[in-house]
């Protein structure tokens, strides 16, 4: 008899407690971009008091991860995995992810970090990206939705560099005194230019 007091105490603390059970999303420092790969660092949380149960869940909202400038700019989502450290979820159109899975009694939430990393990007044109990903709780009694905006910019990369080959001017017997005279330097300057813009 305890123990169902007990139990119907806690049901009614998550009732009427329901603004207290979401998930929240945060960014967790800066998006770190290397020549194959882009990372983003998050922090999912849920923040129930408490809860019997709970599944964390995370799909896609849009099948590309798309340029804000350039719509035509845009990465497939199943190149995005998130990486708890343990487990590396690919995500995939239309398709969710359950993150956590937690049966029984469970006290004051759930709180992890993921790795938002996007693999085998190529060289991709300067711009803002973004997509939405939705995380959703499910407890005993609620549902709770998150949408949460993945973005990060590819800077404008530009490189302007010259290549001088040595001077190679012939200086013969004939020539070499000569006051007041242009001698042609057989090699020339090259100017390289590097741009990931147009």
Known sequence: MKKILILLFFILIQIKTPVLANVLVKNLGDTI???NQIARQIQVQ???FISLQFLIKVRTLDSFISNSSNPNYRIPIDQLYLNDGENEFQMQPNSQITLLSISGLQF???T???NCIIKNIGVL???NYSTRLQFQTQTALFTYNTVYNLS???PTKQEVSS???P???KLTPDNIFETNTNISNVTSAQILIKSNDK
């Open 112 to 114: 992890k970090n993921y």
């Open 152 to 154: 990060f910019t590819i």
């Open 108 to 110: 004051w939430g759930y």
């Open 167 to 169: 001077v190679n001017i």
């Open 125 to 127: 044109p300067p711009g």
């Open 46 to 48: 849920e923040d129930s």
């Open 163 to 165: 290549i001088t080959n």
């Open 33 to 35: 971009i290397s020549a």
